[in-house]
Every structure is written in structure tokens, then in C-alpha cells.
């Protein structure tokens, strides 16, 4: 079983940057696909980005391609979202998941663990 704390979010303006990390603490860190969802009020939580357990596999929702970027640091048990050139749409919760396997996938079914989210507001 895993469990997950995010950290890093926070408020800054248009253009700027935040990291997200997501820190985890259980034996099967290293086999779990990770992703980050978001949420804004009154909206559906939405894909961002999720990294395959090896770190060799990445993907991006099309609206934060080019400027947000994932990693994971396996010493660490860590997973980040650096986020550059932000834009007010990108305004929300931010959630950090485990996949039930080894891949990063873009639907939120297949992930069986979920941190608490971290606020993430860019004022324009």
C-alpha cells in the first residue's frame, strides 16, 4: 500500500513557475505508475500528467504540453510536477496518484491511491 502527500502548491502570478511534489511512503513505490490530476471548482478532475514506474514513459494532457514536466527520484520516493509558465486555467487542486500497475495512464480509474491535493492558484 502506498500513501501520498503532496506539497508545493501555492499562489503566483501569470507566468510564473511552481514545483509539486509528491512524496510516498510504502514498499511498491517503485513498481506503481504515478499521475497528477487536477480539479477546479465547479469542473471535473482532469488529467495532467503520469510517469511509468521505470520513469521512461511520460505523457501530458495537450493544454500543459511544453510547460509542465514530471519526474519521479526513486532514493527520494518523491514524484514532481515542475510547472513553468503558468496560465490562471491552470488554477486548482492538484492531486497526486499510484496506479494499480506499472504504467502512467490518463484515466483516474486505474490509479487505487490518492494524496489529499495541494491548491494551486495563478492570478492574472
Known amino acids: 500500500q502506498v500513501q501520498l502527500v503532496e506539497s508545493g502548491g501555492g499562489l503566483v502570478p501569470a507566468g510564473g513557475s511552481l514545483r509539486l511534489s509528491c512524496a510516498a511512503s510504502g514498499r511498491t513505490f517503485s513498481s506503481a505508475g504515478m499521475g497528477w490530476f487536477r480539479q477546479a471548482p465547479g469542473k471535473e478532475r482532469e488529467f495532467v500528467s503520469a510517469i511509468s514506474a521505470s520513469g521512461g514513459s511520460t505523457d501530458y494532457a495537450d493544454s500543459v504540453k511544453g510547460r509542465f514536466t514530471i519526474s519521479r527520484d526513486m532514493a527520494k520516493n518523491t514524484v514532481y510536477l515542475q510547472m513553468n509558465s503558468l496560465k490562471p486555467e491552470d488554477t486548482a487542486i492538484y492531486y497526486c496518484?499510484?496506479?494499480?500497475?506499472?504504467?502512467?495512464?490518463?484515466?483516474?480509474?486505474?490509479?487505487?491511491?490518492w494524496g489529499q491535493g495541494t491548491q494551486v492558484t495563478v492570478s492574472s
Open positions: 496518484a499510484a496506479s494499480k500497475g506499472p504504467l502512467g495512464l490518463r484515466v483516474g480509474s486505474f490509479y487505487g491511491t
